[in-house]
């Protein structure tokens, strides 16, 4: 079911290493040194906040597959992979419980 | 338009986060209701669809990067509310697993992308396209223009979000805190990047899909004439 929206799926993880051409930064997004670079200073409260949370793969990247392009490709790609099938998981799974509880609901009223 | 951890105040975390609860509530008791059992895949893919589409960062002339986030897309073939949730998935796990968009600020992001975003974009929809057959010049066109100014809503909410900062919050130095830059830099700067490439890329996004569910499956679209209120396929 739903084959073609898959292959699109698919195709989108193969190509999302167009995805890193694009060099620099979006706006609003730079790290604590790209921000000193430009202002000269990073936000005191910036600093505290900043590495709040280390992620896994930051900037969907696997350092373990090394520096090369190739290797960033490939932990791009990864990462989509990766991201796609915990995203799918949860969506799922949140469904799931809604469409549960809605049963019992209705199995209640009854 | 993923705020990272720092750039807002705690407080205006808290505040964002606190608009979402009810937010989120609404749409899982809509889900709840409405929700089809053979439609579940379909959401699961739209928020995959969506964490995928953000991943084609473009260049912008300025030196920055964008990217398009399909909200529009999602609320116009799965209803508004079940593409807050979708959104929602979708951005706290790139925030939990990839670091993109900050944790303290996901109130601020589903808001502005989970939220602003798709509810304009379906009503900016419903207003243009409402009753257009499913792959129709109009509903191609409409399926655009919404996606376009949609995203240039959440990203002009963005921006509002990062100007206020410098003007609440400052060290005591005088310094600021948080975001450095205010409303007269934040606002041009994102929305000069997303009315000039990202909303367009946004626009095209939508209107590609739109030609391709129609082409293999119109009766996948959310029915038309109950707008926003039931998420059910057309029969």
Not at chain 2, 59 to 85: F, R, Y
Not at chain 2, 174 to 181: I, S, V
Request: proline share 5%.
């Amino acid at each position: 079911m739903y084959k073609h929206y898959w292959l699109v799926l698919l195709v989108l993880v193969i190509l999302s290493p167009l995805g890193l051409l694009a060099d620099g930064t979006a706006w609003g997004e730079w790290d604590a040194a790209g921000l000193k670079e430009t202002l000269g200073y990073v936000p005191q409260g910036m600093e505290q906040l900043g590495d709040f949370w280390q992620s896994l793969f930051p900037d969907y990247s696997m350092i373990f597959l090394g520096q090369s392009t190739i290797s960033q490709y490939a932990g791009y790609i990864l990462s989509a992979i990766i991201g796609s099938a915990i995203i799918y998981a949860a969506m799922i799974l949140i469904t799931k419980l809604l469409v549960r509880q809605k049963n019992k609901l209705v199995c209640q009223n009854k | 338009m993923h705020i990272p951890d720092g750039y807002l105040s705690p407080s205006t975390c808290a505040t964002l986060g606190i608009v979402m609860v009810p937010i989120w509530y609404r749409a899982s008791a809509k889900l709840k209701e409405t929700l089809d059992i053979s439609r579940i895949p379909l959401l699961a893919m739209g928020a995959v669809f969506s964490f995928l589409i953000m991943m084609f960062n473009v260049p912008i002339p300025d030196g920055t990067t964008a990217h398009a986030i399909g909200a529009t897309l999602i609320a116009i073939v799965l209803g508004p509310w079940a593409a807050a949730i979708s959104m929602s998935v979708a951005l706290v796990i790139q925030a939990l697993v990839f670091g993109d968009g900050g944790i303290l600020a996901i109130g601020a992001n589903t808001f502005n992308m989970a939220f602003i975003a798709p509810f304009t974009g379906y009503y900016i929809y419903q207003l243009i396209g409402r009753n257009a057959s499913p792959g129709s010049k109009r509903q191609i066109i409409a399926g655009a223009v919404a996606g376009y100014i949609a995203i240039n809503l959440a990203a002009l909410a963005a921006s509002i979000e990062f100007g206020i900062q410098p003007l609440l919050f400052t060290a005591a130095d005088g310094t600021p805190l948080y975001c450095p830059y205010g409303l007269n830099v934040a606002i041009p700067a994102m929305m000069i990047t997303h009315l000039s490439i990202a909303g367009i890329v946004e626009g095209i996004v939508t209107a590609a899909a739109l030609k391709f569910i129609a082409h293999h499956s119109a009766d996948m679209m959310v029915n038309p004439t109950k707008t926003g209120e039931e998420a059910t396929p057309n029969v």
